[in-house]
């Protein structure tokens, strides 16, 4: 059994078949979905999916940095009004994209540091979208004296950086498609890490893992991350499934 840690079920990529496509995740192994949350539009959504997929579906709140615009206060008063009033699985996704833009770069940094704190507060793990920003991100989380535990979603960086995140020792590395790319070097630094700092996503619909390669991703192809991970480390996707589900566990609890 797998655990899908990240996945946008939600989203509406899935509106024409999402029930079926998460009875096809499920029949192919997964028993559960983190939905991480985007900002005030995805809240519905996610909620919806939590009622239709009860113990198999839990949402996150957060609000994610490439939504932090001028209405940023407005947003965040919208994540802390939510965090007290019912509970979530982690507080995400949060952080920092230098990619798309960077106008909101300082509303950025206050917001992924006012949700850490947040996190702190409510006893929750982060799940974090780092884009072109790991540097910044990582000198906030060392400026920390205590920090949550958390993902580093989607993480496709350099061998150097997953050491840097396995150094802050709260941290999982978010393992997804990116490492079946042929010339991503991610299936490199996969293979120079232990199984015990890895966590299995999707972020579907994104980053679909070849031979999907550009398509819409589901739940159902962490299978193929599962087995190029499985293949890199030359393990059975049993014992990978046993220690990746146990690590996600460890992060959310449940």
């Not at 559960?32 to 959504?45: A, E, H, Q, V």
């Not at 209405?71 to 994540?79: A, S, Y």
């Not at 499934?241 to 449940?254: H, R, V, Y």
Request: proline share 4%; net charge negative; charged share 25%.
């Amino acid at each position: 059994m797998l655990i899908d840690t990240h996945t946008h079920l939600y989203a509406e990529e899935f509106d024409g078949d999402r029930n079926k496509m998460i009875k096809k995740a499920i029949e192919s192994g997964i028993q559960k979905f983190y939905l991480p949350n985007i900002d005030s539009s995805s809240i519905k959504g996610m909620f919806q999916l939590e009622k239709d997929f009860p113990g198999v579906c839990f949402p996150m709140m957060g609000l994610h940095p490439c939504s932090v615009k001028e209405n940023v206060e407005e947003e965040l008063k919208m994540v802390e009004d939510w965090l007290n009033r019912r509970k979530f699985c982690a507080i995400g996704e949060i952080g920092i994209d230098l990619y798309w833009d960077k106008t909101f770069f300082e509303q950025q940094k206050m917001a992924f540091k006012k949700q850490i704190d947040w996190a702190l507060k409510f006893s929750y793990p982060i799940v974090i979208h780092c884009r072109e920003a790991f540097d910044e991100i990582f000198e906030i989380l060392s400026s920390y004296k205590i920090l949550p535990n958390g993902i580093f979603h989607c993480f496709s960086g350099t061998i150097e950086q997953a050491n840097k995140v396995i150094s802050l020792k709260t941290f999982k590395l978010g393992i997804g498609g990116v490492v079946t790319f042929k010339n991503s070097g991610l299936d490199k630094v996969v293979e120079q890490i232990n199984l015990q700092h890895l966590v299995l996503e999707t972020d579907s619909p994104y980053l679909a893992p070849n031979p999907f390669r550009g398509k819409r991703n589901e739940s159902s192809y962490l299978i193929l991350v599962a087995e190029k991970i499985c293949a890199i480390k030359n393990i059975s996707i049993e014992h990978l499934a046993e220690i990746t589900t146990k690590n996600a566990i460890e992060i959310f609890g449940a």
